[in-house]
């Protein structure tokens, strides 16, 4: 898709005129990936490539940066980062869970089991909400305003944050099977 050079509104090859603006179009208009980024639309598409550059599985979603982590641990990272308008500062959520622990058995003893230890966890490292989901997975996950800063950092720290708590905690979490 071509974009008039002057306001941006779509034009086709053959257009001599923006039908937006009223401009006359050049012989090589203005392409849609030229476009000025917004502030929002730069620091996404830095953290991006940032990610990318570090191989972690990243992609860009309705604005958001999405990625998620596989490491040589059983670990499964999530991180979702959405920059303000003005690219100053975002809300990041994150998600973790364990590809080895087993679901928790459903028997009332073995899920009261489950939320004491959850709980316990929880009172442990408050940044970081375990959770026992319905389908008897553990779960963590947290959600919290970036401020104007580094965001590739951000996102790096909370992934090597989420591996050093999950390893911490499987101990605990391995006695309730």
């Known amino acids: 898709m071509l974009r008039c050079a002057q306001c941006g509104g779509e034009v086709s090859e053959n257009d001599r005129f923006c039908f937006n603006c009223g401009a006359a179009q050049t012989a090589s208009p203005v392409t849609q990936e030229s476009k000025p980024a917004t502030e929002k639309e730069r620091r996404t598409q830095e953290l991006f490539q940032h990610l990318k550059s570090i191989d972690v599985d990243a992609e860009i979603v309705n604005g958001c940066v999405r990625t998620t982590w596989r490491s040589k ?48 966890q929880n009172m442990a490292w408050r940044w970081l909400t375990f959770y026992l989901k319905k389908d008897n997975r553990l779960f963590a996950r947290t959600d919290f305003r970036v401020d ?11 992934i090597r944050r989420h591996v050093s708590i999950w390893k911490q905690c499987v101990g605990e979490f391995k006695k309730i099977f």
């Open 73 to 120: 641990s059983p670990l499964v990272t999530c991180v979702s980062i959405e920059f303000d308008e003005d690219g100053k500062g975002g809300r990041l959520t994150s998600a973790v869970s364990r590809k080895d622990l087993p679901l928790v058995p459903e028997d009332m003893a073995s899920q009261v089991r489950a939320l004491t230890i959850v709980n316990e």
């Open 148 to 158: 104007d800063g580094p965001a590739n950092q951000v996102v790096e720290y909370l």
